[in-house]
């Protein structure tokens, strides 16, 4: 959630450029459950929409007269990165490639400020859910070392693709672990066998019945 002065705007006064991404899900019934976490940012002449239309229409929805927004001239340079990345992550005509791009730009750069931040919170932030977010950025990350998948036209074959490396990484490392923990234990194994071997042999020279009576275990 951004911090700084908010403003409250009537949202009839908002002017709504036209936009692609029409669709809020369940945007509304989260906003009237939990309140509106983040403003929407208009600019100051005309009360321009910047960014936050699902969330403006979510509030619209609601029955809202009045929403809080920030003004684009009030925001710093990592604030304006954060709408501008946000702004073209819903853009529809975007490649998957570039948005993958987009996507791990802005989760990255959270990350990079708040320890706490993670995938949930940047598919809240951005209006998707949190698979649509967990398979682009597991798609990034296996394209750093793999960068054909990035060629592929379609990104559910890119994203199977990823998940299919990254499992056998999984499973290569689980298994390089148990190899480690079976040498491990072979070598004490073999090291108690030693020292069994080491014993020395006892011979008792006497009478049995009298060592008989001598005997504990």
Same mark, same amino acid.
């Given at each position: 959630?951004?911090?700084?002065?908010?403003?409250?705007?009537?949202?009839?006064?908002?002017t709504?450029?036209?936009?692609?991404?029409?669709?809020?899900?369940?945007?509304?019934e989260?906003?009237?459950?939990?309140?509106?976490?983040?403003?929407?940012?208009?600019?100051?002449?005309?009360?321009?929409?910047r960014?936050?239309?699902?969330?403006?229409?979510?509030?619209?929805?609601?029955?809202?007269?009045?929403?809080?927004?920030?003004?684009?001239?009030?925001?710093?340079?990592? +604030?304006?990165?954060?709408?501008?990345?946000?702004?073209?992550?819903?853009?529809?005509?975007?490649?998957?490639?570039?948005?993958?791009?987009?996507?791990?730009?802005?989760?990255?750069?959270?990350?990079?400020?708040?320890?706490?931040?993670?995938?949930?919170?940047?598919?809240?932030?951005?209006?998707?859910?949190?698979?649509?977010?967990?398979?682009?950025?597991?798609?990034?990350? +296996?394209?750093?070392?793999?960068?054909?998948?990035?060629? +592929?036209?379609?990104f559910?074959?890119?994203?199977?693709?990823?998940?299919?490396?990254?499992?056998?990484?999984?499973?290569?490392?689980?298994?390089?672990?148990?190899?480690?923990?079976?040498?491990?234990?072979?070598?004490?194994?073999?090291?108690?066998?030693?020292?069994?071997?080491?014993?020395?042999?006892?011979?008792?020279?006497?009478?049995?019945? +009298?060592?008989?009576?001598?005997y504990?275990?």
């Open positions: 959630m951004m911090s700084g002065q908010f403003h409250s705007v009537f949202i009839d006064q908002i709504v450029p036209p936009r692609h991404r029409r669709d809020i899900g369940k945007l509304a989260s906003i009237d459950r939990l309140g509106l976490l983040q403003p929407i940012v208009v600019y100051r002449n005309g009360n321009v929409l960014a936050g239309e699902r969330r403006l229409r979510a509030c619209k929805q609601l029955g809202w007269d009045h929403i809080d927004c920030r003004y684009v001239d009030e925001l710093n340079e990592f +604030e304006l990165m954060e709408i501008e990345l946000e702004e073209n992550i819903k853009r529809k005509e975007m490649k998957w490639q570039e948005e993958r791009s987009w996507l791990a730009e802005y989760h990255e750069l959270h990350c990079a400020h708040d320890p706490k931040w993670n995938e949930t919170k940047t598919a809240e932030n951005i209006g998707m859910s949190q698979q649509w977010v967990s398979e682009r950025l597991i798609v990034h990350e +296996e394209s750093k070392s793999d960068p054909e998948l990035l060629a +592929e036209p379609v559910s074959t890119a994203c199977r693709k990823a998940a299919v490396r990254r499992d056998r990484r999984a499973k290569d490392m689980r298994q390089a672990v148990a190899d480690v923990v079976d040498e491990l234990l072979s070598g004490v194994t073999h090291e108690t066998e030693m020292h069994e071997a080491e014993k020395p042999k006892v011979v008792i020279n006497t009478d049995f019945c +009298e060592w008989a009576n001598t504990t275990r």
